[in-house]
Nanobody
């Protein structure tokens, strides 16, 4: 079992920045991949960015060049730096920890854990 606690969401104007944090109850060195997903009202939950234990990253096309995912294994925390925010980035952002995964794929028998989510609202 891994518990994940997100923080850092809020209300920001278009063009602004936010940094989300995901604190894990387990050592992030032992987690194969940690990612951020988002879900807007009435839409499915989609991948935003994911980082593997080896540091490989994977980004959704809509956030490439604007968002950066990073991990601090000393603090067991993963960050999502979000710059140049747009109204369409408005969603609940969820942290995910995956075992038997890499930055791009979930392998057979993968195990996933989710945080409770944090709201990001970008006003125009």
């Amino acid at each position: 079992q891994v518990q994940l606690v997100e923080s850092g969401g809020g209300l920001v104007q278009a063009g602004g920045s936010l940094r989300l944090s995901c604190a894990a109850s387990a050592s992030t060195r032992t987690i194969d991949a940690i990612g951020w997903y988002r879900q807007a009202p009435g839409k499915q939950r989609d991948l935003v960015a994911r980082i593997s234990s080896g540091g490989s990253t994977n980004y959704a096309g809509s956030v490439k060049g604007r968002f950066t995912i990073s991990r601090d294994n000393a603090r067991n925390t993963v960050y999502l730096q979000m710059n140049s925010l747009k109204p369409e980035d408005t969603a609940v952002y969820y942290c995910n920890a995956c075992f038997n995964c890499n930055a791009r794929f979930n392998f057979a028998n993968s195990q996933n854990y989710w945080g409770q989510g944090t709201q990001v609202t970008v006003s125009s």
